[in-house]
Nanobody, 125 residues
Framework: QVQVVESGGGLVQAGGSLRLSCAVSGRTLSAYNTAWFRQAPGMEREFVAA??????????TDSVKGRFTISRDNAKNTVTVYLQMNSLRPQDTAVYYCAADRRSFSRAKGAYEYWGQGTQVTVSS
């Protein structure tokens, strides 16, 4: 069983920074790709960033490139995934979800089997 737990959301002014964390626990976690998605009110859940099992390959949606950085620490039974968010904008306001899956990398939310409960990020103007 794989568990995913996010933390680190909150309220920040435009231009500020937040760091989200995601603890993924279970078996053979080093083989799992991990990603962050976000969902604003009334909108579809969208891909934000991903980091592959090797901890090296990263992918970002265009709107966050240069502002967000994804990273991860691989341990035996726990993987911690971080999303450093700088230069935040009001349009970044959303619930941010962490996801994990063993299959090939995808930007599609349907490709991820394990999800956290989400953490709220609110950016005020």
């Amino acid at each position: 069983q794989v568990q995913v737990v996010e933390s680190g959301g909150g309220l920040v002014q435009a231009g500020g920074s937040l760091r989200l964390s995601c603890a993924v626990s279970g078996r053979t976690l080093s083989a799992y790709n991990t990603a962050w998605f976000r969902q604003a009110p009334g909108m579809e859940r969208e891909f934000v960033a991903a980091i592959l099992w090797n901890g090296i390959s990263t992918y970002y949606t265009d709107s966050v490139k240069g502002r967000f950085t994804i990273s991860r620490d691989n341990a035996k039974n726990t993987v911690t995934v971080y999303l450093q968010m700088n230069s935040l904008r009001p349009q970044d306001t959303a619930v941010y979800y962490c996801a994990a899956d063993r299959r090939s990398f995808s930007r599609a939310k349907g490709a991820y089997e394990y999800w956290g409960q989400g953490t709220q990020v609110t950016v005020s103007s």
